[in-house]
């Protein structure tokens, strides 16, 4: 790339900022609901933030230090994107937990003073005390920083805890480094994991408004609708042969006409919701309006008399009369609809069942919180005994579900690879956290990796890369503990979770990218377990600057040593030879050089050369997109190094996670018909065809033709347009499985057979 090229990542990612702030002005001053256009007008002020500090130079974008004075260890309060608003996450005002704790200590709420207190005799007996009870929680990273302090301390690590307060001294006046209490220590994750705690299901359950449409339609049932069979006999009384108002009525109707329109105007202020009555259109309208004159002594003009006669003729027609049968088994449906308990009674019910629980955990058992209205509850709340728990409202309990990660997906609590990535971290830090041989040490190193893990990833260039838990100066100060029991038997354990969590995401979400959280957490354990497995995250192609680090090559050479002479090799056109041979010839080089080596330049000279953009120097997202996508390729995205190096053999088998694979290329490819914008769309189907072309290659040649011929049969059951758009694709993968090749361009066949790839420069051909 040249000098132009070069700046175009950065230059692309200044903008995004003033996009974002455009977004949340727009949505704060025109949403309909009060709640987005808060926090839309808090997310516009933050990236005012961000603009700010860009512009005074306080903030250094693209650097794993963004704001200037703060070390890389500090957690930086960072927005979508990757940006760094210039706070930190623990910095702002003191929150509760402080000023609650400077009051029980009897010291000013500063909390300079707060840092200085813990390292008196009795600021270190209450950090001993949290230490032994557990009953501590980490919110931000920072927040384990005197527990661990104190720890040293109590085992006669001095001179240790000594050189961390002294990393810690010049920020104790801006950033919070007292941890958050709580009722008791952390559940053991590495038996259970929970998506939401109870607290979390509570504030979604409360967030519950009554809906509009359900409860107009029940007041509807409930009350206007007897009330208009009221008005329909009231006028039916004065009907002679089908004719309503063919006497005069008597006073006695009359005085029972005021009385009816006595209690209208007490419904009408009373339910609100339904209008339709007030409509002089409608049946009750009309009914309601002729009565009103009728009682008020003014004759009916001739229009209004054959509106009356029509209305009440069409409500017989369409229900037949009151009290009949028909009319009676209908209202009698519609009163027992009508008494069904509203979604909102029974989540003040379910807010009744989970307030007695535990609130910072997850629940073991959600079963009996499932279960019917009890004859006690319905005393209590009115509810009818033997109601059902709706299941929107289930849901939101068994989001709470505490149970082993496979459980949770196989009950469709963990419904995506994305959400899985959000809960592994609480199993890896429990996994991390055994290699140390205290006890209590394991608990505040657990609940530190768990808040690390929250920590969002910055907008880095150049290949820098995010900062690691083991940089935290709290981690490094007790890293000799982990060390001296670092043995077999804690890689073999880091090594089973590895391997439990790649079998489960390649098993439960086939055809699904492993988003960059979940690799980061393989790349932990694999680092615990020495596998020299390389795990490679997906890189953004709007900051992509042309090179790769030399852990991509390293993962090509795994992925070699799996593939090579395999229908993954041929249909995609790699020479796996080579990519050792390249291999070979960078460590040879890099053994040469006394700096450490940072990029692959070879690896990414091939990708660009078969993404066809060697010989270009235009810098283009789309361009982009093709290299990155050409590393994948070469790589598998870590499908070899999870199968080759850490050993997944997914249930029930690679054949059937081919066809499941193809199942999510056809559900993609059926996204594309008429989609204004169908690029990423195609990209993702590219992405599920290459797992599926990856999972046929380990299948032998008699098993995957079988799978082969059977895909036709499988765009039988989606639309049309679906077969014809994945045809040539399924072309293209019949002729290399039968021995056949593509050419350089990527077809064959006249044109037939393609390759299926996701990215490209100048419009895609399954448009």
Known sequence: ????????????????????????????????????????????????????????????????????????????????????????????????????????????????????????????????????????????????????????????????????????????DRLRFLPRPADGPAPDATAAVHRHTVSEAVDTLIRRRPNAAVETQREALAVWQPFGDELLVHWLRTARDGEVLAHVPDADWLAQGEVLLGRYRLLAAEHTRCTKHRDPKKNLGILRGALEEVVAGRPLEARRLGLLRHAVQSMVRRRGLPGSVMHTALRRRQARQAALPSHHALAQLMLRRLAVLPQETGITDVAPLLGTVTEEESRETGLPAGAVVPAAIGQVVESALSAPLGTLVERGVVPSSEVLAELVPQLVAATTAHTYGDETLRAVMAANYRAFRNRRSLLLLN??????????????????????????????????????????????????????????????????????????????????????????????????????????????????????????????????????????????RLCAERAGTAASRCWSVPANGTVIEQAQILTTHNLATLVHRVGIAPQPGWADLARRCFVTVCRLTARVHRNPRPLGTIKDAAYAWRQMVFHLSLCPPEEQRRVIAGLREETARHPAHVATRLAPALVGLALVAEGGTFGSDGTADAGRARRFVGWSTDGHWMR
């Not at 974002?20 to 704060?28: D, H, I, V, Y």
């Not at 961000?50 to 130079?57: D, F, I, N, P, R």
């Not at 390389?534 to 992925?559: C, H, N, Q, W, Y």
């Not at 040879?588 to 450490?596: N, Y």
């Open 1 to 172: 790339m040249n000098d132009n090229a070069e700046q175009q990542p950065l230059t692309a990612a200044l903008s995004y900022p003033e996009g974002q702030l455009a977004k949340a002005f727009m949505t704060a001053l025109t949403h309909e609901d009060t709640g987005t256009r808060h926090r839309a007008e808090v997310r516009g002020q933050r990236w005012r933030q961000v603009l700010a500090a860009m512009a005074s130079g306080r903030l250094s974008v693209g650097s794993r230090t963004p704001v200037v004075g703060l070390p890389p260890w500090v957690t930086p309060e960072v927005m979508r994107g990757g940006f760094a608003t210039g706070t930190a996450s623990a910095g702002g005002p003191l929150q509760t937990h402080e000023t609650e704790a400077a009051r029980s200590f009897g010291v000013p709420a500063e909390r300079r003073t707060l840092f200085a207190y813990c390292l008196t005799e009795p600021g270190l007996a209450w950090l001993w005390d949290r230490l032994d009870s557990g009953s501590y929680e980490i919110g931000v990273p920072e927040e384990a920083a005197l527990l661990t302090m104190a720890w040293l301390v109590r085992h006669g690590e001095t001179s240790a805890a000594l050189d961390l307060v002294a990393e810690l001294e010049p920020f104790a």
């Open 463 to 604: 290949l820098e890369r995010q900062v690691r838990v083991e940089e935290l100066p709290w981690v490094r100060a007790v890293s000799g503990q982990r060390s001296a029991v670092l043995g077999t038997s804690d890689g073999e354990g880091a090594l089973a979770v590895l391997r439990q969590l790649g079998e489960l995401a390649v098993q439960a979400f086939p055809g699904t990218l492993l988003p960059n959280p979940l690799v980061r957490e393989f790349g932990v354990l694999e680092r615990q377990c020495d596998l020299g497995a390389p795990f490679v995250e997906e890189l953004a192609a709007d900051i992509f600057m042309g090179t790769f680090s030399p852990k991509f090559l390293k993962a090509a050479r795994v992925a070699g040593e799996l593939l090579a002479g395999t229908l993954y090799e041929r249909y995609y056109g790699i020479d796996y030879s080579a990519i050792r041979n390249l291999a070979i010839t960078e460590i040879g080089e890099a053994l040469t050089r006394s700096t450490s080596v940072r990029t692959s330049p070879g690896f990414g």
